[in-house]
């Protein structure tokens, strides 16, 4: 849908000037949801009233509802994505209940947002991208998130002076942790099943500058982990990748001001895997306060 119809100025017009536009998951309001009480029966009771509309229902749909929350209409997200089969149906809503333009009732903002995490914490953003745009998938990045507690970032660091030269092996546990989320888009629907099974995660540190400021210390690192592409589906899908980064920390402090690490070379797959890109990345406190959620009014 976000490569398709929700990235269509005709049907983003629409939504902007005369709809509330609202999406869910299964996994959270569904019947077997692990979401607020009301919005799962909230969610149910639409679904139960668009199966008894002439547009039926669906696990992956769009209801469209009039202000008091009745289906006026709805479709599969498959028959959605046709030509110009939304922007259609929502015309026709708009038309049928003589609706008002007027301005978005949400600002738009930004989809992935940072965890919560304490002040000292050392907050991570990874990006992924396949190599190959596959569908639905692979039309537009990835995001997540890692949160490395001031232990755990401490941990990163060698105890003991260091100078230019000096090397070490991060700890198995904790390399996992930052390379356990480098794998391309895949099927992420219907649970929430952690299915990275890191086999090898190497990193290896070695300091290339000191100064007053801080110290600059090269990241080399290998990867190897199984990741089935389905949920509940074994398969022999591998991520195979070489990394490269940089990590900064204060002389002082030790406090880590940067991270960065990105794939050199990596794929994913069995028999004819294909290459994808991921990074790592260290984002400042300014940039995580403009992510963070506005307080509700």
């Not at 692979?138 to 001031?150: K, Q, T």
């Not at 290896?204 to 801080?214: I, K, L, N």
Request: hydrophobic share 35%; net charge negative; proline share 7%.
């Amino acid at each position: 849908m976000r490569a398709g119809p929700l990235s269509d100025n005709r049907v983003i017009s629409l939504l902007n000037r005369y709809f509330v536009p609202v999406y869910t998951s299964n996994q959270d309001s569904g019947p077997q949801g692990r979401g607020a009480p009301e919005e799962t029966a909230e969610h149910v009771r639409i679904y139960r009233e668009a199966m008894q509309a002439p547009c039926g229902a669906g696990a992956v749909f769009v209801f469209i509802l009039n202000p008091a929350g009745q289906v006026m209409d709805g479709l599969g997200v498959s028959q959605a994505s046709q030509g110009n089969t939304l922007a259609e149906r929502l015309e026709g809503v708009v038309h049928k209940l003589h609706t008002d333009p007027g301005a978005p009732v949400v600002k738009p903002a930004p989809q992935a947002r940072p965890p919560h995490h304490d002040a000292d914490s050392l907050v991570l953003h990874v990006t992924t991208r396949a190599g190959r745009k596959t569908f639905p998938w692979g039309a537009f990045p990835a995001e997540n998130w890692i949160v490395l507690s001031r232990t755990e970032s401490g941990n990163l660091i060698p105890a003991g002076e260091v100078k230019v030269g000096t090397s070490w092996t991060v700890e198995e546990a904790l390399a996992g942790k930052l390379l356990r989320n480098f794998y391309p888009q895949m099927e992420e629907t219907g649970t929430n099943d952690d299915r990275s099974r890191i086999e090898k995660a190497s990193l290896r540190a070695t300091v290339v500058s000191v100064s007053a400021p801080g110290v600059q210390v090269r990241l080399d690192g290998v990867l190897r982990m199984k990741r089935s592409f389905y949920a509940r589906h074994d398969d022999d899908n591998y991520v195979e990748a070489t990394l490269i980064g940089l990590l900064e920390f204060a002389a002082g402090s030790r406090r880590i001001t940067d991270l960065e690490l990105v794939t050199e070379k990596a794929s994913y797959g069995a028999g004819n895997p294909e290459e994808f890109g991921a990074a790592l990345s260290t984002l400042s406190q300014d940039t995580l306060h403009t992510l963070e959620p506005a307080p509700r009014p």
